[in-house]
């Protein structure tokens, strides 16, 4: 295995709806995409889950999430 990358398999579980569009974004080549697809899903995942963690530690060091008070003015300025 010299160069290459070990991998392993997994299997899940979607929705139809969810099946239907993947289908539908690989279907010139499906087996190739197919995958490459679930690697590119499965690599924004981590980093949505990595960026929600660093929200979340950044509302921490600031106080929290903002107050009715603060959203509604937030609103107002941004006109909403």
Do not use: N, W, Y
Request: charged content about 30%; glycine content about 4%.
């Amino acid at each position: 295995m010299v160069g290459m990358t070990p991998k392993a398999k997994i299997a899940v579980s979607l929705p139809p709806e969810l099946v239907e569009r993947a289908r539908q974004a690989v279907a010139p080549r499906p087996r190739f995409e197919r995958q490459r697809l679930r690697r590119h899903a499965i690599a924004q995942k981590s980093k949505l889950d990595d960026l929600a963690a660093l929200l979340d530690e950044m509302l921490a060091a600031t106080g929290g999430p903002l107050s009715a008070e603060e959203s509604a003015e937030a609103d107002r300025v941004l006109g909403r």
